[in-house]
């Protein structure tokens, strides 16, 4: 089946402008995650979704970066007046559950990810 | 969330087994090692779990001590394919209300030359 998908691929912006990102989980998948990788890092933890419910937020870096999934399926990541700070590989994930059922994690599937510049 | 340590790259060639070793010495008791590999321009990829002991899949071995200290993955005859950065993240079993957020560190770069 199909696994997760990003759009765009790539972003450019200019200092200042506004971008939203788009995730497509696996359908059905409860659980969505999005994630910042810096060039030569290892992802980092943003945000979280259990549903329609944004139940983690801790890892936002700033009140300029906002994420919705009204409807429990695609998400959008919308970062506001972008920084060059902000230029990174935004990855989204999705989970079928909620978490863990004794047996281990539930695997977290991700999309081959937003490569954003800002100039 | 427990701090993991491994090197940040090893060569190896085609057909040789490559073993990757992962320090998580502050382990807690409910938590898991997993491993991810990925490649350029992906997203990273689910490899192998395990709690204790050694566990075994189509893809990889892993091999964890009897203090859980350390965990090392085995990839048995690499490919040139195989070249990619590896992910040793350690986290809770327990669900506690959702997330399980992954903690990734700065990974292995493996390269696998011919």
């Known amino acids: 089946g199909a696994g997760v998908s990003q759009s765009p691929r790539y972003k450019v912006a200019k200092r200042g402008q506004d971008v939203a990102l788009r995730c497509d989980p696996i359908?059905?998948?409860?659980?969505l995650f999005w994630y910042q990788q810096a060039l030569g890092q290892g992802p980092e933890f943003l945000t979280y979704f259990q549903n329609e419910a944004q139940l983690d937020k801790s890892g936002l870096p700033s009140d300029r970066f906002f994420a919705e999934r009204p409807e429990g399926s695609v998400s959008t990541l919308k970062i506001q007046r972008t920084q060059q700070e902000d230029s990174a590989v935004y990855l989204c994930?999705?989970?079928?559950?909620?978490?863990?059922?004794?047996?281990?994690?539930?695997?977290?599937?991700f999309g081959p990810g937003t490569r954003l510049t800002v100039l | 969330l427990a701090k993991t340590t491994q090197p940040i790259s090893m060569d190896s060639y085609e057909g040789q087994e490559v073993n990757i070793t992962c320090s998580h010495n502050?382990?807690?008791?409910?938590?898991?090692i997993t491993w991810y590999q990925q490649f350029p321009s992906q997203g990273p990829r689910f490899i192998i779990q395990g709690y204790k002991t050694k566990v075994t899949n189509e893809v990889a071995s892993l091999f964890i001590p009897a203090d859980r200290k350390s965990s090392t993955l085995s990839l048995p005859r690499v490919s040139l394919s195989d070249t990619a950065v590896y992910y040793c993240?350690?986290?809770?079993?327990?669900?506690?209300?959702?997330?399980?957020?992954?903690?990734f560190g700065t990974g292995t770069q493996l390269k696998v030359e011919l």
């Open positions: 359908s059905g998948h409860v659980s």
């Open positions: 993240l350690v986290g809770e079993i327990i669900l506690t209300g959702g997330g399980n957020k992954l903690t």
């Open positions: 994930a999705s989970r079928m559950g909620t978490g863990t059922s004794g047996g281990g994690t539930d695997t977290q599937y």
């Open positions: 502050n382990i807690a008791t409910n938590d898991y």
